[in-house]
């Protein structure tokens, strides 16, 4: 079955470091989709970058980066300079991989990763 | 207004209360969903609507009761809720494509934070 691991509880960072928060996943189906949302204090998920399987380079996003080992079935997120903003729970998702056309996908999540930037 | 909106914000509500919880997209999206969010559990998905046609509803209480009158609206009907459905709310919108990838991104909301009394 689908699953995704977080590891990481919480985490802290000095402003401007680099952190990189962890994200493993377990699919036996080749083809499938790996999604990051950042959900601060506010409630609002928040989309961050994505990582189809077949891509072949790794996907960044700004200051986001995804660190993509598809033979150890990870998925990290690399936060470069971080910024106070960056305080927030991060979420690791997988779509399950396409069944039928036009079939709505579910998202399978992590538990999060609370992230603390310190000043 | 942009991205995906939802009202209320915070809702507080006795046992035997009927309210409804509003979701509205301005995406241009064709799929729409509702999830529940509880502390130390994964996001569990409520239910599905694409093309204002429920597709996906995972064994959730009668309690809920989703309603999708077009593609940019979704409401939650609430009645006779518990206090363990205390929870935030969190309405998605995507635009379903066959071939996946990005495109296919779900968006969300701010949240009802709801709590029963």
């Known amino acids: 079955a689908q699953k995704i691991t977080q590891t990481q509880p919480g985490m802290f960072v000095q402003e401007k470091e680099a952190v990189t928060l962890d994200c493993t996943y377990d699919?036996?189906?080749?083809?499938?989709?790996l999604f990051w949302y950042k959900q601060p204090s506010s409630g609002e998920m928040i989309f961050l970058i994505y990582q189809g399987s077949y891509d072949q380079q790794n996907a960044t996003e700004g200051r986001y980066s995804l660190n993509f080992q598809k033979a150890r079935k990870s998925a990290n997120l690399v936060i470069s300079a971080s910024q106070l903003g960056d305080s927030a729970m991060y979420f690791c998702?997988?779509?399950?991989?396409?069944?039928?056309?036009?079939?709505?996908?579910?998202?399978?999540w992590g538990l999060g990763t609370s992230l603390a930037v310190n000043p | 207004e942009t991205g995906v909106t939802q009202t209320p914000r915070h809702l507080v509500m006795g046992m035997t209360n009927k309210k409804s919880l509003k979701c509205e997209q301005h995406?241009?999206?064709?799929?729409m969903y509702w999830y529940k969010q509880s502390a130390k559990k994964p996001l569990e998905l409520m239910f599905v609507y694409s093309l204002e046609e429920r597709v996906e509803n995972n064994s959730v209480p009668s309690r809920f009761s989703p309603e999708c009158p077009n593609s940019s609206h979704l409401f939650l009907h609430l009645h006779t809720l518990q206090p363990e459905d205390s929870a935030l709310y969190l309405c998605?919108?995507?635009?379903?494509?066959?071939?996946?990838?990005?495109?296919?991104?779900?968006?969300f909301g701010p949240g009802t934070r709801l709590t029963v009394l």
């Open positions: 998605a919108s995507s635009q379903v494509m066959t071939s996946g990838g990005k495109a296919d991104t779900q968006y």
């Open positions: 995406l241009g999206h064709n799929a």
């Open positions: 998702a997988m779509r399950e991989p396409l069944k039928s056309a036009g079939n709505n996908r579910k998202l399978i």
């Open positions: 699919t036996s189906d080749p083809s499938y989709g």
